[in-house]
């Protein structure tokens, strides 16, 4: 059998990239602040200037972003957050956490992201929220979603964990609501070695907010006027995405070439019907943190294991919708709720791409892809 293609493989990093780590590692040792600190405070001004907002607010990771973003909109117990149920479990499992209650609006099928057609019909008086999630790459239609939201004045936090570069009309992903929340994790199109997050907004009193809550809701050493949590970023954290920032538009310029050729050479396979294309929708840049195609319903783990058998493996994000995971049982969600949602759980199929993905390799893919599917 021909050598395995990867979905990811973050060891062929080039020798300049690591030796910048490395300064930048070191830089944070000769420092002794291993916490926040210097790194940290220009790892966020360079974000920050990358995004095109007026603050970032770095924490430990995806998830603590999105959860510290939630607090910073004051939800609590009683509150409904609402969001898609077609997504990365954190989405919803940190309105949980808060004590309040996701409530989800099914997924338009052609960019998976929340239908804002049907947003308005899940509006409540006990809604605090909306979290709109930005899924592999590309943004939700926010132009929809802040026409509904704001007249209402509904906070909007974006889920942008899978979605850094990727833009809507120009405007960045994750700046477009009063909140985006990011992830670093080393998955990533900016990744860091291990876990890390961010928030952003144009907001000045939210961001004095946000870095009072990542430090147990302490605007001044051991004064505590709100509850928070431990949600710092490590500045050796800091210092590696820092390092690799510089480097994000090129990585995403990759990726979107990849996408380009897996396009070129799926083309016949998508006319005669046998798979659907991810969709790039007008006005929205994809930054395709995930190459995601449809497979018809029930062929679509076979399809996976003749191509694991043919050396490419593939990965499915996600197999399970969130109302019907069991944690979320006692929302009373049914098979048959979000049927778009239902429908992409299982005929997603992730193919592999990251910027290092060679061109034999995204020739092998789709190669295995069609004789997959025969």
Same mark, same amino acid.
């Given at each position: 059998?021909?050598?395995?293609?990867?979905?990811?493989?973050?060891?062929?990093?080039?020798?300049?990239?690591?030796?910048?780590?490395?300064?930048?590692?070191?830089?944070?040792?000769?420092?002794?602040?291993?916490?926040?600190?210097? #790194?940290?405070?220009?790892?966020?001004?360079?974000?920050?200037?990358?995004?095109?907002?007026? @603050?970032?607010?770095?924490?430990?990771?995806?998830?603590?972003?999105?959860?510290? #973003?939630?607090?910073?909109?004051?939800?609590?117990?009683?509150?409904?957050?609402?969001?898609?149920?077609?997504?990365?479990?954190?989405?919803?499992?940190?309105? /949980?956490?808060?004590?309040?209650?996701?409530?989800?609006?099914? *997924?338009?099928?052609?960019?998976?992201?929340?239908?804002?057609?049907?947003?308005? /019909?899940?509006?409540?008086?006990?809604?605090?929220?909306?979290?709109?999630?930005?899924?592999?790459?590309?943004?939700?239609?926010?132009?929809? *979603?802040?026409?509904?939201?704001?007249?209402?004045? *509904?906070?909007?936090?974006?889920?942008?964990?899978?979605?850094?570069?990727?833009?809507?009309?120009?405007?960045?992903?994750?700046?477009?609501?009063?909140?985006?929340?990011?992830?670093?994790?080393?998955?990533?199109?900016?990744?860091?070695?291990?876990?890390?997050? /961010?928030?952003?907004?144009?907001?000045?009193?939210?961001?004095?907010?946000?870095?009072?809550?990542?430090?147990?809701?302490?605007?001044?050493?051991?004064?505590?006027?709100?509850?928070?949590?431990?949600?710092?970023?490590?500045?050796?954290?800091?210092?590696?995405?820092?390092?690799?920032?510089?480097?994000?538009?090129?990585?995403?310029?990759?990726?979107?070439?990849?996408?380009?050729?897996?396009?070129?050479?799926?083309?016949?396979?998508?006319?005669?019907?046998?798979?659907?294309?991810?969709?790039?929708?007008?006005?929205?840049?994809?930054?395709?943190?995930?190459?995601?195609?449809?497979?018809?319903?029930?062929?679509?783990? #076979?399809?996976?294991?003749?191509?694991?058998?043919?050396?490419?493996?593939?990965?499915?994000?996600?197999?399970?919708?969130? @109302?019907?995971?069991?944690?979320?049982?006692?929302?009373?969600?049914?098979?048959?709720?979000?049927?778009?949602?239902?429908?992409?759980?299982?005929?997603?199929?992730?193919?592999? *791409?990251?910027?290092?993905?060679?061109?034999?390799?995204?020739?092998?893919?789709?190669?295995?892809?069609?004789?997959?599917?025969?």
């Amino acid at each position: 059998m021909r050598a395995s293609v990867p979905v990811l493989d973050l060891t062929r990093y080039d020798e300049t990239l690591k030796a910048d780590i490395a300064r930048a590692v070191g830089e944070v040792f000769s420092t002794g602040r291993f916490v926040l600190g210097p #790194a940290a405070e220009s790892f966020e001004r360079d974000l920050a200037a990358f995004l095109g907002c007026r @603050h970032v607010v770095g924490v430990s990771s995806g998830t603590d972003a999105l959860l510290v #973003a939630l607090m910073a909109c004051g939800v609590g117990p009683g509150d409904e957050v609402v969001t898609t149920p077609f997504t990365f479990f954190a989405s919803a499992g940190v309105v /949980a956490r808060l004590g309040a209650r996701p409530v989800f609006v099914d *997924i338009e099928p052609e960019g998976f992201e929340i239908d804002a057609e049907r947003l308005a /019909a899940a509006l409540t008086p006990r809604t605090k929220a909306i979290v709109p999630v930005h899924l592999y790459g590309q943004a939700a239609d926010m132009d929809a *979603i802040l026409a509904i939201a704001r007249p209402r004045g *509904i906070p909007l936090v974006e889920d942008a964990c899978q979605a850094i570069g990727a833009a809507i009309g120009g405007r960045a992903a994750g700046t477009l609501g009063d909140l985006g929340a990011f992830s670093f994790y080393p998955t990533k199109n900016l990744g860091a070695a291990g876990d890390a997050g /961010a928030v952003a907004t144009n907001d000045d009193a939210l961001a004095a907010l946000l870095r009072d809550l990542r430090v147990h809701g302490a605007a001044r050493d051991y004064v505590h006027e709100r509850v928070g949590g431990n949600f710092r970023i490590d500045a050796i954290q800091a210092a590696v995405l820092r390092a690799k920032l510089p480097r994000l538009p090129g990585w995403n310029e990759r990726r979107r070439a990849i996408a380009a050729s897996y396009r070129e050479r799926l083309a016949a396979l998508e006319r005669a019907g046998r798979l659907v294309l991810p969709a790039e929708l007008p006005g929205r840049r994809h930054v395709y943190h995930q190459f995601v195609v449809r497979v018809r319903a029930g062929d679509r783990d #076979a399809v996976r294991r003749r191509m694991a058998e043919r050396g490419v493996a593939t990965s499915v994000f996600y197999p399970i919708p969130l @109302h019907l995971q069991v944690c979320f049982r006692e929302l009373g969600g049914r098979e048959g709720d979000f049927p778009e949602a239902e429908r992409a759980a299982k005929e997603v199929l992730a193919l592999p *791409i990251f910027p290092e993905l060679r061109d034999d390799e995204v020739a092998r893919v789709a190669e295995a892809l069609g004789e997959s599917l025969a």
